[in-house]
């Protein structure tokens, strides 16, 4: 994916001033900032969920997206969210799905209703719905909210499987988590991205 000179504001606040990005393969690429300085503005963009004012973004290829606040629907279950998303991605099985589910230790809920599981177990179902696909860029806002620390080392260990692979994880949070994992940081600050410390070997 490649971002050039995106704008945005809202109203008379402008939160995004000019963002350049180019996402390649085999990257894990953080961007950190703080709450309110368009984090999830920039998110929504690049998943073309909202227009910006000016700029452009282009990509090949599948892409999944993670969005902070989960979307599920509370009567259905985790095996009824897959089906769903299954005939939405025209996928033709649930093998790449039930494998994550696996890894995240999600296939023992799969029979349970979206609006019994807990927030981090929501936050599985979420990852797991934005992978199945095997999306070759994957963007994720405030991924791992909720997670206990064995869950937090397995989305790290599966967001490095994934880089190995070829793939791009662009991961957007407030915090600067783990950032030796990471091949790029960017600070989000001023509706500007300026430069972190590219820390992985």
Partial sequence: MKVTGLHHAYGRRHVLRGIDLDLGPGRL???????GAGKSTLLRILSG???PDRGTVRHQGRFGYCPQDVILNDALTVRQHLRFFQSAYGLADLRHAEEI?????????????AGNLSGGTRQKLNLTLALMHDPHLLLLDEPYQG?????????WNLAGRLRTAGRCVLVVSHL?????????????????????TAVAA
Avoid: C, S
């Avoid at 690429?29 to 709450?35: D, K, L, S, T």
């Avoid at 589910?101 to 209703?113: C, G, K, S, T, V």
């Avoid at 600067?176 to 972190?196: K, N, Q, S, V, Y």
């Fill in 29 to 35: 690429v953080g961007i950190v900032g703080e709450n």
């Fill in 49 to 51: 969920e909202l227009r």
């Fill in 101 to 113: 589910m696996e890894e995240l230790h999600l296939h023992e809920y799969a029979d349970e209703r």
């Fill in 147 to 155: 997670f206990d620390w064995d869950t937090y080392q397995k989305f």
């Fill in 176 to 196: 600067a988590h783990d950032i030796e994992r990471l091949d790029e940081l960017w600070r989000l600050d001023g509706g500007t991205l300026h430069p972190g």
